[in-house]
């Protein structure tokens, strides 16, 4: 551990002592079984962490992660945690559900040489890995894991939210499709009036062994709930909301059947089934209404609904007319809900039929949209195409089309845009026949807003030039401007200025990568350490102006990032590459040397720009 700000993963140097037995090299973030250890097992793993700092600015911890087994864990011969229930001291309960997180008391710590950080565990069940297998130890800054364990478990409960809101939402998709719901108190309707014909009883009465008093209990409950599936049928059918008046009916049917579940003597059945028969007249004179009124709004299945309502109608009342006068039943009613179940399903089936009529329609309908809209977005791509090619024209007009005339100097440039226009750009500009002006811009981000913004700088280096010949007074006011306009951009800058005259070059730097300076005539090849804020971060900031001697036989190579994340799979070109290439390519010219390091740069990326590439090369001679 050589910072205590830092974590680090403990990866190697761990043994597993199996209880009784010698310990054994084991590897982390791998399980016990695969590692021919199998349970029940229980064991110590050990290994040396060695400290490397004078003091402990920070507090420390170690993290196991989530392991299948009960723990405790040890820091030199100290018990610092554990998680868990070890036999006997209960029964085994391993907890694997919690994360373990533990301080480590800076007391515990040896600073000055080896700790010993001992983890022991009892792994009992063979369907786990066991042992440390989710992921590689942690140890170090204590607030850092547990913001990763705050991380972790933000993530988790941000994805259960998401689930529970998916899930809720198909659960409200079900109970409002107005199919679903019809074929749903289809069906209970149909196994109510199942439930309570005669047939049926005597089945249960001779086969069951269920006594009387409970099959009678069934028999009326069902019976009694058989009009309020119908009532929830017909309205879901014909998509109508039940009023409060409806829902009164309901709620003393509901009532009814309740107490018909009960075990109650067959006379207080009987009143209520005759209560029950008078409140069927009113509940099929309120439904007759409601499907007028859906015949009203032309709705086809109401007028199947009729049909089946009527022949119900007819049959039931002729029953109870029958029951209540001459206290028989002739059993009309099975057949008119016979009629009625017919038709209810010829009026399901006319739904759906008109659904997938109206799905079609509107398939078609909406394919053609798309049909048009696809044309449209054709068109708008091809108009786009047009315009970033325009603007790719015109800042690749913007670049110097020329080698500057200024004397013992020579210069080279390229620039690949990641898109067809990029947020990097170059310029130069001769002051006199012995000072170049030079800048290399990088503005955040690809495309047309990043470009805007370099080609707005350009023209501000163009003007400032014309006042100011230093490159920190010019990276000063290009600031200046670029603080008052609010931008969400960052933009880096690198200025320089070589006068050859006087043997000197200056350098100004806006958060740009450093330079690269080597010499034909020497071995040596070094980074020139430039300080400066970016641009346009915050106003009337000054910009370091470091100055430097120039010697015929140097080569300045100045560059966008661009060129140090170029990638390869997943990883970078680098700093270290870069210094390696530059050493490589100092003895031949500046045009080949230029070649060299850009198909060098395009290879590692695969011929594909990852981001905007620019670099520029300057010969002193």
């Not at 040489?113 to 069940?125: A, H, S, T």
């Not at 807003?449 to 023209?459: D, G, P, R, T, W």
């Amino acid at each position: 551990i050589k910072d205590s700000k830092q974590v680090y993963e403990i990866s190697s140097g761990w043994t597993f002592q199996p209880e009784g037995l010698m310990p054994k090299q084991v590897q982390v973030g791998k399980g016990l079984v695969r590692q021919n250890l199998l349970p029940p097992i229980s064991g110590i793993y050990s290994v040396e962490i060695e400290y490397s700092v004078h003091d402990l600015n920070y507090p420390q911890g170690i993290f196991l992660d989530r392991i299948q087994d009960a723990d405790r864990v040890y820091f030199n011969g100290q018990l610092i945690g554990s998680t868990g229930i070890f036999p006997p001291e209960g029964d085994y309960n391993p907890n694997w559900l919690l994360k373990r997180l533990y301080f480590i008391p800076s007391n515990l710590i040896n600073l000055e040489g080896k700790n010993q950080l001992k983890i022991e565990i009892i792994f009992m069940n063979p369907a786990f890995p066991g042992g440390l297998f989710r992921s590689i130890p942690a140890i170090g800054n204590m607030q850092i894991l547990e913001e990763k364990i705050i991380y972790e478990d933000g993530r988790e409960f941000a994805l259960i939210m998401l689930f529970f809101g998916v899930g809720a939402y198909q659960l409200f998709s079900i109970f409002l499709r107005r199919q679903a719901l019809a074929n749903f108190f289809l069906l209970m309707s149909s196994f109510s009036y199942i439930m309570w014909r005669v047939p049926l009883i005597n089945f249960f009465i001779n086969n069951s062994g269920i006594p009387f008093v409970n099959i009678l209990s069934i028999f009326f409950f069902f019976q009694t709930v058989f009009p309020v599936s119908i009532l929830f049928f017909c309205y879901s059918i014909i998509e109508q909301k039940v009023k409060w008046f409806e829902k009164i009916m309901i709620f003393i049917f509901l009532s009814i059947a309740t107490i018909q579940a009960f075990p109650i003597d067959m006379e207080s059945r009987i009143d209520l089934l005759h209560f029950w028969e008078i409140l069927l007249i009113p509940s099929i004179f309120l439904l007759t209404f409601r499907i007028i009124a859906a015949i009203r709004q032309d709705k086809k299945e109401a007028i199947l609904i009729t049909i089946g309502i009527c022949i119900l109608f007819f049959a039931g009342i002729t029953d109870i007319l029958i029951d209540i006068l001459t206290g028989r039943n002739i059993y009309l009613t099975q057949y008119g809900f016979l009629g009625m179940m017919i038709f209810s399903a010829i009026s399901v089936s006319y739904r759906n039929a008109k659904n997938e009529k109206e799905l079609s329609k509107l398939t078609v309908e909406l394919e053609q949209r798309v049909l048009d809209r696809t044309q449209e977005i054709v068109k708008k791509n091809e108009d786009l195409v047009k315009d970033l090619s325009f603007a790719a024209r015109i800042q690749v007009g913007l670049l110097p089309k020329s080698a500057p005339n200024v004397k013992n100097l020579n210069i080279a440039a390229r620039y690949i845009p990641m898109s067809q226009v990029g947020g990097d750009f170059y310029d130069w500009i001769e002051i006199d026949e012995h000072r170049l002006l030079l800048i290399l811009i990088d503005v955040s981000g690809h495309g047309v807003s990043s470009a805007l913004i370099s080609s707005m700088v350009k023209v501000q280096f163009t003007n400032f030039v014309k006042e100011y010949d230093s490159p920190d007074e010019i990276l000063y006011h290009i600031n200046n401007s670029l603080s008052n306009l609010k931008m969400n951009s960052f933009v880096t800058a690198n200025c320089t200025l070589f006068d050859t005259l006087n043997k000197k070059v200056f350098f100004a730097s806006a958060g740009h990568p450093h330079p690269l300076v080597t010499n034909i005539n020497s071995n040596k090849t070094e980074y020139i350490e430039l300080k400066g804020m970016i641009l346009g971060w915050k106003g009337n900031k000054k910009y370091p102006l470091v100055e430097r001697s120039i010697k015929p036989g140097e080569r300045y190579f100045f560059y966008t990032d661009g060129v140090t994340e170029a990638k390869s799979k997943n990883s970078l070109f680098g700093e270290e590459k870069l210094f390696s290439l530059i050493q490589s390519t100092k003895s031949i010219s500046i045009e080949d040397a230029s070649k060299v390091i850009l198909e060098t740069l395009m290879l590692y990326n695969g011929n594909v720009a990852q981001d905007d590439l620019t670099f520029v090369i300057v010969d002193i001679i």
